[in-house]
């Protein structure tokens, strides 16, 4: 008993160390939160300027810009985007690195969410489009009451799944100097010479993270599939 | 508002167009209000673009369509609220299945403003009693059966309190014992005055209701009759070839 409260101190009491993870939790958490939030939004915007462009041929300038956006983000690394971000964008503002890595993951993860609800756009008959518009709705209209609902309840298990890994992601930061769970096993493990426990907990602490995310988003899908019975 | 045996809908000169294909080729007729107009013809003739065309769901290369005297082809009209007066009924029903049969049938005169929720519920009531599904309000889609579906597509473009209906070959996507429903509510529909442009295959209906039947061949109107004339003595030899193959 005295052996297992020794090496808990160890690893996560002395030099700092319980510092260390509630930081690197907390980081975590607010880079994956700020992100989430700038990717979804990043994302619905970016889906509904290429559908409309696909329906009906407006938006022609905002559609090349959203696809330069989407050759750019997803022809890069991540890692890069996010470097890139640090030292060249933001380089001479003064602004928390936690930011800047919400910021920079946000429009990394918007790229993928907008590819993510477009196919869900698409995957709806065009009848239901035809049944709104007959009815005398217009094209936001339709979009937002007939089209969204049941494209975004198409998509979500795949939405589910890229912010399962924007949270992974987020592992990256320690590269610019922020200590989020992964820097703070590295932080843990350079005190204390030994890997196995510092690592297997942070596997833990991603794990558990992403457990409970899955288990809200689970709820939502299936309140969503209602009217599928 | 309009007087019975006014012009509702007045198309001149219609064309549509896709790439090299000439679908309709310059169709020109009245529908006057009360009046019930079916279309038949074979498939790939144009009547369902025709159609589609009274309430811009196809975009005519050519000609005019004044609705209530208006002209709706003119890029510059708000279709939108033309199109609240024009009611459409699909072959494939194209009801919102993320919303409940009654949700179904409120949705467009709420988010138009034309309705507070109350009366749009009422509303909702009385047209679901009308065509027989008032147990199925709170319904999904989903759950119904194909001619229960059209039915309640039925009552989701009366609710707008539309001037013409539009039917786009209503029953041909049901099976054979779920006809008969549909066709009794359209009946029923005719009946009280509903001005309505069907398109159709069902002969039965198109010689009981209508009160003019138009034969559209390659684009054109190739004869149009009262019913009795129209099947009685067809004049042109491709609406009789037509008509031999189908009675």
Known sequence: ?229 | MIDKGEVLIEVQGLEKRFGDNQVLDGITTDIRSGEVVTIIGASGSGKSTFLRSLNLLEIPTGGKILFEGVDITDPKVDINRHRQKIGMVFQQFNLFPHKTVKENIMMAPVTLKLMTPQEASEKADQLLARVGLPDKADAYPGSLSGGQKQRIAIARALAMNPDVMLFDEPTSALDPEMVGEVLEIMKELAQSGMTMVVVTHEMGFAREVSSRVVFIDEGRIQEENAPEEFFGNPKNARLQDFLSKVL
Request: net charge positive; aromatic share 10%.
């Open chain 1, 1 to 229: 008993m005295d052996y297992l409260q020794h090496q808990f101190e160890r690893f996560f009491v002395d030099n700092g160390a319980t510092e260390w993870w509630l930081t690197g939790l907390k980081n975590t958490l607010c880079i994956t939160l700020i992100a989430l939030i700038i990717g979804v939004i990043l994302g619905f915007v970016v889906a509904i300027i290429r559908s409309t462009y696909e329906q009906t041929g407006k938006l022609k300038v905002l559609n090349l810009i959203t696809k330069i956006y989407l050759s750019i983000i997803r022809g890069t690394p991540s890692m890069v985007q996010l470097l890139i971000f640090n030292f060249i964008i933001f380089a001479s503002i003064a602004l928390d690195e936690i930011v800047v890595g919400g910021i920079a993951f946000g429009i990394n993860s918007g790229a993928y969410v907008a590819e993510i609800v477009r196919s869900g756009i698409m995957s709806i008959d065009k009848g239901q489009t035809e049944a709104g518009r007959s009815l005398g709705l217009d094209a936001g209209q339709t979009l937002k009451l007939i089209i969204m609902p049941q494209a975004f309840k198409n998509v979500l298990p795949a939405l589910i799944n890229e912010m399962i890994v924007l949270l992974k992601e987020t592992a990256i930061i320690g590269y610019i100097g922020t200590t989020d769970i992964t820097k703070a096993s590295t932080l843990v493990q350079s005190r204390t010479y030994s890997a196995f426990v510092p690592l297997i907990s942070a596997a833990i602490f991603y794990w558990v993270l992403v457990s409970i995310l899955t288990y809200f988003m689970g709820k939502l899908e299936r309140r969503m599939r209602r009217s599928d019975r």
